[in-house]
């Protein structure tokens, strides 16, 4: 019995070979390709702040506004004049239609300057962008698509300096360490596929999986701090003499702090804080097995 054409599946969307992208990635892979890249990972995902022409912007803002002041000001000592008859402490009735026009332009104008100032502000307190999310990026416009985006509109990434990531992630100084090694980022160990289809099929594109390698840094700080806990107990019980006994105390303090600030994003104080702790449990021990 033939099958209704209704009931059929529509045919599969014709997709082009790689060879017919490589030989006109502006056609075949374009924007549509780059940003399915650039989405597919949060490190990849960097903007331009344009710090110096905010910057003439904000002192631009600025200008009008001190030059607004300035002549609202002239209007408040000429309508001050003992020859003014003028009710200079209303806003309901107010006369003077020049004074009403500066203010009501400068609350536009201070309206801008302050959101322009707060907008930037955010901006420049974000991380730049570590090399290696530069690199990426620099790879796939000229070597894995080559002109699949016009050479002008890829410019943004020759300003190092004034990039930041959309969703900056915190990572801990031993991370960034690691991260630096291409063979590391590059270890099948960590890699993973992307969600999407369409990146999949893009071999030029190794993913790292954040879980796999935050795994291997939790199982490394575990270690080496169970390590800081015990070994100093046990050499301070077979270790005489209460100076050898703070020599050795003192030293694995100061490890203790370099792991937790190479290994963790934790603020000073924070690593401050659970160092005393740390020493805390020290100096019991110590008198617990000096009194015995």
């Known amino acids: 019995m033939p099958i209704s054409s209704e009931l059929q599946d529509p045919p599969a969307p014709w997709e082009p070979s790689q060879v017919e992208v490589g030989s006109k990635p502006w056609k075949y892979a374009g924007y549509r390709l780059f940003c399915e890249f650039v989405s597919s990972d949060e490190d990849f995902f960097v903007l331009r702040r344009f710090g110096a022409l905010s910057a003439r912007v904000l002192l631009n803002l600025q200008d009008q506004l001190a030059r607004l002041e300035e002549e609202l000001e002239a209007i408040e000592q000429k309508l001050r004049q003992r020859d003014k008859n003028v009710h200079n402490g209303s806003f309901r009735g107010e006369t003077d239609e020049k004074r009403k026009n500066i203010i009501t332009e400068a609350q536009h104008v201070l309206r801008e300057y302050n959101d322009l100032v707060l907008q930037h502000s955010q901006l420049r307190a974000r991380p730049k962008v570590p090399r290696k999310d530069i690199n990426s990026l620099e790879t796939w416009f000229d070597y894995n698509h080559k002109t699949a985006i016009h050479p002008p509109e890829t410019k943004y990434i020759k300003h190092p300096s004034d990039l930041f990531t959309l969703v900056p992630a915190s990572k801990s100084p031993l991370r960034l360490f690691l991260e630096r090694s291409r063979r590391f980022r590059l270890l099948k160990l960590w890699r993973q596929k992307p969600s999407d289809s369409t990146m999949a099929r893009d071999e030029d594109v190794h993913y790292i999986s954040d879980a796999k390698i935050d795994h291997l840094v939790t199982v490394f700080i ?21 100076a050898r006994r703070l020599a050795i105390s003192s030293t694995f303090i100061v490890l203790f702090v370099v792991l937790i600030s190479w290994t963790t994003v934790a603020k000073p104080f924070e690593s401050l804080a659970a160092a005393a702790a740390y020493a805390a449990v020290l100096m019991v021990f110590i008198r617990f097995s000096g009194s015995e």
């Open 222 to 242: 575990m270690s080496i701090g169970l390590i800081m806990l015990i070994a100093p107990l046990w050499i301070l019980t077979y270790l005489g003499g209460l």
